[in-house]
């Protein structure tokens, strides 16, 4: 997930990926959740903005959420088209220049589909990544791609291939089946056709090296390929805002589709994360909230007056109760 710029001081917003998930056993798990401080945070709050799609787009709620919070947007003012958003280029010296994230990864190939396993589920040393990274950058050079070694689990890419290619965000395909997520290049098609033969060579390359036979020697998972995310650049340096506050227990277990984890993080989210955020409300300060799932996301906040209308469906609504909170996620 990107993760821009440092806050310089405690955000009042409250970003939440994977409030809600798509996956049947998370659907199922909604009404368990006992999400107190969150059912009465939303009493305290006004809606004032939903995003909605569906599970099948390339950037997911959150990442749009988050490209919003931060300010960054096209040179003319609009939001980024879906798979677009250039994470790589805005987190960079140079954003006006095309670059990308390169992932290493696992391709697990089955009967029926392949799974991507990125490397943050391989347990990629940074003995393991840097050789593969060596072996590797001189192919991407060959085309254009100047690649530098930021983390075991991701690569910073740089080059005009990389200009307009709409990538999947690895929030999207870990786990998942790559079919749905392998997207055809129609800005940019040339740029499309030279990563696909990079993956082929990475392929290559990586099942032949000597990484390969000391990761298969520990049982651990292959390095079999990389996935590309974040691409594009931007028209100018953006001046970004500080980024609302990301809590990661959620979106850590849903990819690994753990239901039962990702219970456990929604309690003790409500009981530390939320439970802040309800007591600055309650203290009268500015809060925001955003809650996204994996089709919609949808943003309260204190700082926009209630209507008359809007007051009066709160008094109502305290009559009769707080609704739970799962109601609400049920719907992201």
């Known amino acids: 997930m990107p993760a821009p710029y440092p806050a310089s001081e405690p955000s009042s917003h409250l970003l939440v990926p994977f409030a809600s998930a798509s996956d049947p056993a998370a659907r199922a798990a909604l ?23 569906d599970d099948h787009t390339l950037s997911p ?10 300010g960054l947007v096209r040179g003319d003012g609009c939001p980024f088209a879906d798979g677009l958003i250039p994470w790589a280029a805005a987190d960079s010296t140079t954003p006006t220049e095309p670059q990308a ?20 589920q391989l347990g990629l040393t940074d003995e393991h990544a840097r050789a593969l990274f060596d072996a590797f950058a001189p192919y991407c050079a060959e ?17 005009e291939p990389l200009r307009g290619i709409a990538c999947a965000s690895l929030d999207r395909v870990a786990g998942r089946s790559v079919e749905a997520w392998m997207t055809e290049s129609t800005a940019n098609p040339a740029g499309g056709q030279l990563l696909k033969r990079l993956q082929s060579e990475a392929q290559m390359l990586f099942y032949t090296h000597a990484v390969h036979d000391a990761r298969e020697a520990a049982r651990l998972h292959p390095v079999n390929g990389f996935w ?18 990301m809590p990661d227990g959620l979106r850590r277990a849903a990819l690994q589709a753990d239901w039962t984890a990702w219970q456990h993080a ?67």
Request: aromatic residues 6%; hydrophobic residues 35%.
């Open 31 to 53: 009404p368990t959740l006992q999400l107190q401080r969150l059912s009465t945070l939303l009493a305290e709050l006004t809606p004032v903005y939903t995003d909605t799609g």
């Open 143 to 159: 085309d254009g791609i100047t690649l530098t070694y930021t983390s075991p689990t991701r690569w910073h890419a740089q080059g």
């Open 228 to 245: 590309v995310s974040g691409a594009g650049a931007l028209k100018a340096a953006p001046t970004l805002q500080a980024p609302p506050t």
């Open 266 to 332: 929604w309690a003790e989210l409500d009981t530390h994360g939320i439970g802040q955020w309800l007591a600055r409300a309650r203290r009268g300060e500015p809060v925001t909230l955003t809650l996204c799932g994996e089709r919609a996301a949808q943003r309260w906040t204190n700082t926009t007056p209630r209507s008359a209308l809007a007051r009066a469906g709160r008094r109502i609504k305290n009559l009769l109760g707080t609704p739970p909170a799962w109601k609400t996620l049920e719907s992201l």
């Open 101 to 120: 994230w390169f992932t290493p990864c696992h391709f697990q190939v089955g009967m029926e589909q392949v799974t991507l396993l990125p490397g943050e």
């Open 61 to 70: 709620p959150h990442e749009r959420a988050l490209a919003q919070a931060i």
